[in-house]
């Protein structure tokens, strides 16, 4: 079974500080997906990014990057210029693709907060 | 282009009592997942639905805990004689098809006490 760990239960930076987010995963699957997921108070479950496993190349979404390392099965996430609203949990997770559930496995959460 | 909505969003319920909660999926989407999110943790797979139909049960508690996706309205999981233990958010979430990523609705609180 796929195992994800998020080493950090908490992170603490000032605004506009970059802040990176670790995250590593257990799997044997060659062919997969893997996902940030913002958890602001609001409860709300938010896709900050998303990589695919046959991809080299790190996914960005403007602010937000990755840095997949697939051969030490690694992906982190970098918030640059950390502003007030990314103050949430962040969750990483595992999707492995196959015809039946696309099933999540999620990480325990890392608390992140920006101070201003 | 309503979200995922999930209601009620908070839900107080005696120790043995039911609880149902309900997941209105995206417009267009027939998938539906539930997963639950004990305090403090990552959310955990419990059910997958396609209408009419359940797909993948791995996760459910193998007793008190149902899940539907009927034709018409939204989905139902159903807990049956509630314990303490169950409190958590549910979260349900939607897709069109098998997609790699998903939608989310905003969860339901359920507190049993």
């Known amino acids: 079974a796929q195992t994800v760990t998020q080493s950090q239960p908490e992170m603490s930076v000032q605004e506009a500080e970059t802040v990176t987010l670790s995250c590593t995963y257990d799997t044997s699957e060659n062919n997969y997906y893997l996902f940030w997921y913002k958890q602001p108070p609001s409860r709300q479950m938010i896709l900050v990014i998303r990589?695919?496993?046959?991809?080299?190349q790190n996914a960005t979404e403007n602010r937000f990057s990755v840095n997949f390392q697939k051969a030490a099965k690694s992906f982190s996430l970098k918030i640059s210029d950390s502003q007030l609203g990314d103050t949430a949990m962040y969750f990483c997770a595992f999707m492995k693709p196959d015809q039946g559930a696309q099933k999540l496995v999620f990480g325990q959460g890392t608390r992140l907060t920006i101070n201003p | 282009n309503a979200g995922v909505m999930q209601n009620p969003r908070h839900l107080v319920r005696r120790r043995g009592q039911e609880a149902r909660l309900r997941c209105s999926p995206m417009?267009?989407?027939?998938?539906v997942y539930w997963y639950r999110q004990l305090p403090e943790e990552g959310l955990k797979f419990m059910v997958y639905l396609q209408k009419e139909n359940i797909i993948d049960e791995s996760g459910m508690p193998k007793e008190r805990f149902s899940a539907e996706f009927p034709k018409e309205g939204p989905s139902i999981l159903r807990i049956q004689q509630v314990v303490r233990g169950d409190s958590a958010a549910y979260f349900c979430a939607s897709s069109p098809a098998q997609t790699y990523g998903y939608t989310f609705g905003s969860g339901t609180r359920l507190t049993v006490v």
């Open positions: 417009k267009g989407h027939s998938h």
């Open positions: 990589q695919e496993a046959y991809k080299q």
